[in-house]
């Protein structure tokens, strides 16, 4: 097996969202810990999660998740450095996808704690030709850490609001994003995503990864 081949199997494989040009990295919904509460709560964004079910409830999809939350708590600088080596590697992180290579961090799972956001600051800081995007509920872990420590510029760490149809106060983050339905989306403040527009594809749009936009806003599924 070559180094790559071994470094792809160490982080677990990689997720490609349908929906977002590149790659992306997830793990278990149900492992969630602030997602895990909010899904037991009326009017949450997670009270209707879409990693709870239709694809994600698939045996592959459901082992893979678990593998890849595993693979990390094994040994989590092993897996950070084989990150960074696939990411740095191979062919596909080489042709660039508009300006830069795009990359999610869970579209399935949040943080499991500082060390893992550790971690993700790290990958980012020696994968400078990628642009991480981290959307995240887990506000207490990110504000902590985000106070405390250096965020490389090419990760936008987005802090998602637990409940539907609200905003944030007003110089509460400085990214972050909501959910809102229809009939409440005159009430977003800030950017709409303009993926219901697109067939719910991102196309050519990168906003969700552009640290300068504040607040971006999503329609509810």
């Known amino acids: 097996m070559s180094q790559?081949?071994?470094?792809?199997?160490?982080?677990?494989?990689?997720s490609t969202p349908s929906k977002m040009p590149g790659y992306g990295w997830s793990i278990p919904a149900w492992e969630c810990d602030i997602g895990g509460k909010l899904q037991q709560t009326s009017g949450s964004v997670c009270e209707n999660c879409y990693a709870m079910k239709g694809r994600y409830t698939f045996g592959a999809v459901r082992n893979a998740l678990e593998n890849r939350l595993a693979l990390w708590k094994k040994d989590n600088h092993?897996?950070?450095?084989?990150?960074?080596?696939y990411l740095t590697n191979a062919p596909k992180f080489k042709a660039k996808i508009?300006?830069?290579h795009p990359f999610r961090w869970f579209d399935s799972g949040d943080l499991q704690?500082?060390?893992?956001?550790?971690?993700?600051?790290?990958?980012?800081?020696?994968?400078?030709?990628?642009?991480h995007w981290l959307p995240t509920?887990?506000?207490?872990?990110?504000?902590?850490?985000?106070?405390?420590?250096?965020?490389?510029?090419?990760l936008t760490i987005r802090i998602s609001h637990p409940?539907?149809?609200?905003?944030?106060?007003?110089?509460?983050?400085m990214?972050?994003?909501?959910?809102f339905d229809k009939e409440h989306l005159h009430e977003a403040r800030g950017t709409i995503c303009p993926s219901s527009k697109q067939n719910n594809e991102c196309r050519d749009c990168r906003m969700c990864w552009d640290g300068s936009i504040e607040v971006i806003n999503y329609i509810s599924h």
């Open 4 to 14: 790559l081949s071994e470094s792809l199997e160490r982080i677990g494989g990689l």
């Open 78 to 85: 092993e897996w950070r450095d084989a990150f960074i080596y």
């Open 98 to 100: 508009g300006d830069y």
């Open 113 to 131: 704690g500082k060390e893992m956001l550790e971690d993700i600051c790290f990958i980012a800081t020696h994968t400078p030709h990628i642009r």
């Open 137 to 154: 509920k887990e506000y207490v872990v990110a504000n902590l850490y985000m106070k405390n420590h250096w965020i490389p510029p090419n």
């Open 163 to 173: 409940m539907l149809n609200k905003n944030f106060k007003q110089g509460d983050w």
């Open 175 to 179: 990214n972050h994003s909501g959910v």
